[in-house]
C-alpha cells in the first residue's frame, strides 16, 4: 500500500471524526482534499481492504446469549463439520486452531443458553464429537483495529460498559443502527442516520455519542480485512488466571472475555485474541503480554483456517465475513 493509502486507514481506524463532514477533517490531517479521502476510501472497498466505516450495535444491548464453542473434530471430517457449523446465521467465527483435543473453534449467538446449547448440540450429535461451550460472561473488550506500520492489532486499551441498556428501552429505531453500521462514502455519511431518527445531523451524532458512552454501540471507526493488510496470523490466547481487564487495557488484544471453565475439559477463564503480519511478531508481544499481566499458565491457540471467511491463515481464498 502507497504512503497515502496507509495515512487514510490509519485515520480512519483510529481517530475517525464524528462531525457532519468527516473527510474533510481526515483530508486536513493527511494532506488531502475531502474529495481525494472519499476517493481512497471507495478505492479500499474496491480492492476489498477497507470492510466499512461504521459503529455495531453490542449483541447484549439486543438481549442476546454469545459462546465461543470448541469441538474435537476428527482430521479428516473438519471440513464438512465447519460447513455444518456455518448453516448457523448467528455463527461470527469459524477458525480451525492448532489445538487438541478441541480444535474447531466458533462464535455463536441465541436468544437464551437453552437455544444455544440445543444448535451445538445438534451439531455435534450428527458426528459424535466432544464438545465444551465457553459463555461470555463479561465481555472487556471488542476492537479490532490492524496498526499498519507496527505490523500487529493495536487498539486503545479501554475497557467496555459491563451492562448497556437494552435497544427497546432507548426508543431508538432500528433503521437508525442500520445507517450507523455502515456509512455511505459520501462527503456528508451522517445524513441518512439523521433522517432515521428525524433529527438534524448534529443531533444524530451527539445521540452516537451517547451511545458509545453506553456501550450499545462499539465504536464508531474504520475497519479493515486484515488479511488484506498482511495481517496473515491470528492468535487466541487463554490464560488460567481472571485477568481480563488487564489485559482488556494491553493495546494489542481486540477480543477479552471472561469465561465459564468446564470441569475436567477446559481450565482458563480469560480469552484474548491478537493479530499480526507474522508468528515472530506476534510471538514477541504475547510474551510481552503475558509477563505484564504476570501470569503463570496460558496456551496459544493459532489460527491454522479460517472457515467462514474460506481461507486459510496466510492465503486469501474467497470472501470475507463480517
Known amino acids: 500500500m502507497d504512503s497515502r493509502l496507509v495515512d487514510v486507514l490509519m485515520e480512519v481506524q483510529y481517530d475517525f471524526p464524528l462531525v457532519e463532514r468527516p473527510f474533510a477533517v481526515v483530508g486536513e490531517r493527511v494532506g488531502l482534499g475531502e474529495g481525494e479521502v472519499v476517493e481512497v476510501l471507495r478505492g479500499a472497498v474496491r480492492a476489498g481492504v477497507l470492510k466499512r466505516i461504521g459503529a455495531i450495535l453490542n449483541y447484549r444491548a439486543r438481549g442476546m446469549e454469545a459462546a465461543l464453542v470448541g469441538m474435537a473434530v476428527p482430521e479428516d471430517v473438519v471440513e464438512v463439520v465447519a460447513a455444518e457449523v456455518n448453516r448457523d446465521p448467528y455463527v461470527s467465527h469459524n477458525f480451525q486452531r492448532d489445538f487438541k483435543p478441541y480444535n474447531l473453534w466458533f462464535v455463536t449467538k441465541a436468544r437464551s443458553r437453552e437455544e444455544l446449547e440445543g444448535k451445538v448440540a445438534a451439531v455435534a450429535g450428527k458426528f459424535g464429537l466432544d464438545y465444551v461451550i465457553l459463555y461470555s460472561l ?3 473488550k471488542v476492537d479490532v483495529r490492524f496498526d499498519l506500520r507496527r505490523g500487529v492489532s493495536w487498539t486503545k486499551g479501554e475497557v467496555m460498559p459491563e451492562s448497556p441498556p437494552s435497544v427497546e428501552s432507548l426508543g431508538v429505531p432500528q433503521a437508525f443502527f442500520s445507517r450507523v453500521k455502515s456509512l455511505p462514502l459520501v462527503p456528508e455519511p451522517f445524513r441518512e442516520a439523521a433522517e432515521a431518527l428525524g433529527t438534524s445531523v448534529g443531533e444524530a451524532l451527539a445521540k452516537i455519542r451517547e451511545l458509545i ?3 450499545v454501540l462499539r465504536d464508531l471507526h474504520g475497519t479493515l480485512d486484515g ?6 496470523e491470528n492468535a487466541m490466547v487463554v490464560v488460567r488466571e481472571p485477568v481480563c ?5 494491553l493495546n494489542i488484544t481486540t477480543h477479552v472475555v471472561l469465561r465459564n471453565t468446564v470441569p475436567g475439559k477446559w481450565r482458563y477463564p480469560c480469552y484474548f485474541m491478537v493479530h499480526g503480519v ?4 506476534l510471538e514477541d508481544y504475547i510474551r510481552d503480554a503475558v509477563r505484564r499481566l504476570g501470569v503463570s499458565e496460558y496456551r496459544v491457540l493459532y489460527s491454522v483456517r479460517d472457515f467462514l471467511g474460506g481461507r486459510e491463515m496466510g492465503r486469501r481464498v474467497e470472501r470475507v465475513a463480517d
Open 245 to 249: 481487564e488487564a489485559a482488556a487495557r
Open 213 to 215: 458512552k453506553l456501550g
Open 278 to 281: 507474522s508468528r515472530q511478531v
Open 138 to 140: 463479561r465481555s472487556y
Open 227 to 232: 488479511e488484506a493488510v498482511g495481517f496473515r
